[in-house]
């Protein structure tokens, strides 16, 4: 439900190529879910779930994508 406005926000940011799934799923660890924040607080936490996937392999982001949103995309 997320990944085209996750998708958008990255493009706006200017972080095209990040997975919006790694995205969401890192925003997910920290908020549980998403459906109550607004708009700017959507901003802020792509930019910092974008940091965080940058400090990590792109083998741990996977996994906790596939830990918290499921099926496995690599």
Avoid: P
């Avoid at 919006?20 to 708009?39: C, F, N, Q, Y």
């Amino acid at each position: 439900m997320y990944e085209q406005m996750i998708r958008e926000e990255l493009a706006r940011q200017d972080h095209i190529g990040i997975s919006s799934r790694w995205v969401e799923a890192w925003m997910r660890l920290e908020l549980g879910t998403l459906d109550w924040i607004d708009k700017a607080r959507f901003h802020r936490e792509v930019a910092i779930a974008t940091q965080c996937i940058c400090a990590c392999t792109d083998q741990d982001n996977e996994m906790l994508a596939t830990s918290l949103l499921g099926v496995r995309h690599i």
